[in-house]
């Protein structure tokens, strides 16, 4: 079975200082990993994904994650927060021997504050 | 491109009532899959079809939850004889590739989805 852990359900951080959102996952295999964005009353939008190739990967909005298979984390960074960043986020784990079902944490609202 | 797509955007009923939800994926994808998003379950699965095999209907909540996808496009979501926990933000999406063991297109892209209110 797979799982995902964010483990702050909000962070605050001042426009223009580093956003760091934490996930931590578990799985079985080989995960895909992927982080979602959703604004108020939108739908989700893709961040960026991994999929076995860089463990650096880049999304778009100047965000990026790192994949560490050690400490089974896929953190979701950007250097200089934007007031337009406040969402909510979501890491979600890719399950390759069932369909591609995605199973998402529970999220981390990031506000962004003047 | 056209994305994916779902109507309606907001249902409001009355408890007991039968709802139908529409999804409209992206053309020449095959793979479609419902989720649920609630306050108190945060997003959860709820059925996934991947071309003309069998769906995987594993996370379904209950008997009243059904779904079809016709012509391997369209897909409705039929909630019979609705609770008020079903209330809830109803998403679709859909993928180019569904199954394991090939090239790794498995990028779900999600509609807006339909807020579903039951009194």
């Known amino acids: 079975a797979q799982s995902v852990t964010q483990l702050d359900s909000h962070v605050s951080v001042s426009e223009g200082t580093p956003v760091l959102l934490r996930c931590n996952y578990s799985?079985?295999?080989?995960?895909?990993l992927f982080w979602y964005v959703q604004h108020p009353n939108k739908g989700l939008q893709l961040l960026l994904k991994y999929t076995s190739a860089a463990t650096l990967v880049k999304g778009i909005n100047g965000f990026e994650a790192e994949f560490k298979k050690s400490e089974t984390s896929f953190h979701l960074t950007k250097p200089s927060a934007h007031m337009s960043d406040a969402a909510e986020y979501f890491c979600?784990?890719?399950?390759?021997?069932?369909?591609?079902?995605?199973?998402f944490g529970g999220g981390t609202r990031l506000m962004v504050k003047p | 491109g056209a994305g994916v797509s779902q109507s309606p955007s907001n249902k409001v009923t009355e408890k007991g009532k039968d709802v139908e939800l529409r999804c409209d994926p992206i053309s020449g994808h095959t793979a479609l899959y419902w989720y649920r998003q609630s306050l108190g379950q945060g997003l959860e699965f709820l059925i996934y079809f991947q071309g003309n095999s069998a769906p995987d209907k594993s996370g379904l909540p209950s008997d009243r939850f059904s779904a079809e996808r016709t012509g391997g496009s369209v897909s409705t979501l039929t909630i019979q004889r609705t609770q008020q926990e079903d209330s809830a933000v109803y998403l679709c999406a859909s993928s180019l590739v569904g199954g394991s063991g090939r090239a790794m297109t498995d990028t779900q892209y999600f509609g807006p989805g339909t807020r579903l209110t039951v009194l």
């Open positions: 979600v784990v890719s399950d390759r021997n069932a369909g591609n079902m995605l199973t």
């Open positions: 799985s079985s295999y080989s995960p895909s």
